[in-house]
């Protein structure tokens, strides 16, 4: 099982990103796909999740009306749309599924995130 991000890539500030993450040799329509992200000398920390059914999302509170997580079960991949991007939005940015059918979490170390991407990067300059 993968999980490919990519779009990460150097901005500068109030610019806007779009990461994408493909889920390659099985379908993830029945998990929650979320994104986290890890900056340098930092945990890692939820950003946005969205439900199986693509129904609900979930932010960051401190991301929210800037960054939109949605997902296209047809292609088996998730968007991560960010807009306004400020240098403390600079890490690298992880995608992960979670088991089928469980609800979402706002924990990285949760288990239930079952399947983690490679990991994107994301610079945002001043």
């Known amino acids: 099982v993968q999980l490919q991000a990519s779009g990460g890539g150097l901005v500068q500030a109030g610019g806007s990103l779009r990461l994408s993450c493909a889920a390659s040799?099985?379908?993830?329509?029945?998990?929650?796909m979320g994104w986290f992200r890890q900056a340098p000398g930092k945990e890692r920390e939820f950003v946005a999740a969205?439900?199986?059914?693509?129904?609900?999302?979930y932010y960051a509170d401190s991301l929210k009306g800037r960054f939109t997580v949605s997902r296209d079960n047809a292609k088996n991949t998730v968007y991560l749309q960010m807009n306004s991007l400020k240098p403390e939005d600079t890490a690298v940015y992880y995608c992960?599924?979670?088991?089928?059918?469980?609800?979402?979490?706002?924990?990285?170390?949760?288990?239930?995130?079952?399947?983690w991407g490679q990991g994107t990067l994301v610079t945002v300059s001043s």
């Open positions: 992960a599924a979670a088991r089928e059918r469980v609800g979402v979490s706002k924990d990285p170390d949760d288990l239930n995130w079952a399947y």
């Open positions: 040799e099985r379908s993830f329509s029945n998990s929650a």
């Open positions: 969205v439900t199986w059914r693509g129904g609900i999302t």
